[in-house]
């Protein structure tokens, strides 16, 4: 019997990660179900430092701008692409910018073997949903990226994933109305486990949502 058909439930953890907001550590949700409240401040963009200047008084700390304009070229041409079109340099490179960057988990359970949120996990969803639609978020770009456990095959793991991370996206976009191409989806399957040690753990299914934080770009791609 494989792996796959002993697993009673599947669940998924949801991390949100806001980037821009340096330094900060990831923030973890008890509860499965978390409100909107919760999710909006731990992704609050972290208030960057004042630096005086000699003549022109306080300025607002900025990013390396190479950095940022690397983010941004990246987000236009991801914008629009379907799930299974993206290359596995193009995922590495979406990994590398949200590493390290402030998170929150949120237990999302789906459907065994399915990528169908499960009623008791929609709470989580929807508190998402209104966080991602809340003055202080909407208009961001977007990256929701699927992981899951070791069980099963490399390939069937990769397609689970994704279909998750599609699962999400697709209930924020009927739901919430959140533009389509402002969410961004991608797929990890086993490779990016989140605790190595225990590969089954249930710790490792999860999706994650990253927030862009570039406005600018989703405004300028609609034009």
């Known amino acids: 019997m494989s792996r796959i058909s002993t697993t009673k439930t599947l669940t998924a953890i949801l991390t949100v990660a806001a980037i821009g907001a340096l330094g900060a550590g990831p923030a973890s949700a008890q509860d499965k179900n978390v409100t909107e409240d919760q999710i909006l ?25 190479a950095a940022a304009a690397s983010e941004g070229k990246l987000v236009q041409k991801l914008r629009g692409r379907s799930t299974r079109s993206l290359s596995a340099t193009e995922r590495e490179e979406i990994a590398a910018i949200v590493k390290d960057k402030p998170k929150i988990d949120l ?42 456990d070791a069980a099963g095959s490399e390939g069937y793991n990769q397609d689970l994933s994704e279909r998750r991370a599609d699962s999400i996206k697709r209930y924020l976009v009927d739901k919430y109305g959140i533009n389509g191409t402002d969410l961004v989806t991608v797929g990890y399957g086993e490779s990016k486990l989140k605790d190595a040690n225990q590969p089954m753990a249930e710790v490792n299914r999860r999706v994650q949502v990253v927030n862009m934080e570039n406005k600018a770009t989703a405004a300028n791609a609609s034009k």
């Open 41 to 65: 401040r731990a992704l609050a963009p972290e208030k960057k430092p004042l630096t005086r200047g000699l003549s022109v008084g306080p300025q607002q700390a900025t990013a390396d701008p």
């Open 107 to 148: 237990e999302i359970n789906f459907d065994y073997n399915s990528a169908d949120i499960s009623a008791k996990s929609l709470p989580s969803v929807q508190a998402l949903g209104r966080a991602l639609t809340n003055n202080d978020l909407k208009g961001s770009v977007f990256v929701v990226a699927g992981h899951t």
